[in-house]
């Protein structure tokens, strides 16, 4: 597993250089069959670029800030409760099936 700051990137977006090497990493980790995990995730353009270069996961401010034990487990309780249902393997989205 490969673990990257974005502390180290900050605005991905507005810089090429600092997106290039965030991008490098992710690519060179999972060409070697690796799991990518950002770390202090904090803005929505941040999250875009990570889901768009094939991060794994992520974690940080956006997604749910720090919590005592307690709150987290009725914040993984919510979420579970909230999550929308599984397609059926081979199911079809509604974009699928208009051609999208």
Avoid: D, H
Wanted: charged share 25%; proline share 6%; glycine share 10%.
């Amino acid at each position: 597993m490969v673990m990257t700051e974005t502390e180290c990137f900050g605005s991905v977006i507005a810089n090429e250089g600092p997106a290039a090497i965030v991008s490098a990493v992710i690519g060179l980790a999972r060409g070697l069959g690796l799991n990518v995990v950002a770390e202090g995730v904090e803005k929505r353009s941040q999250l875009n670029f990570l889901t768009r270069e094939g991060c794994s996961a992520s974690q940080g401010y956006l997604l749910c800030p720090p919590l005592p034990a307690a709150q987290f487990e009725e914040w993984l309780r919510s979420r579970a409760t909230a999550a929308p249902k599984k397609r059926k393997p081979g199911a079809r989205t509604r974009s699928a099936r208009r051609g999208r």
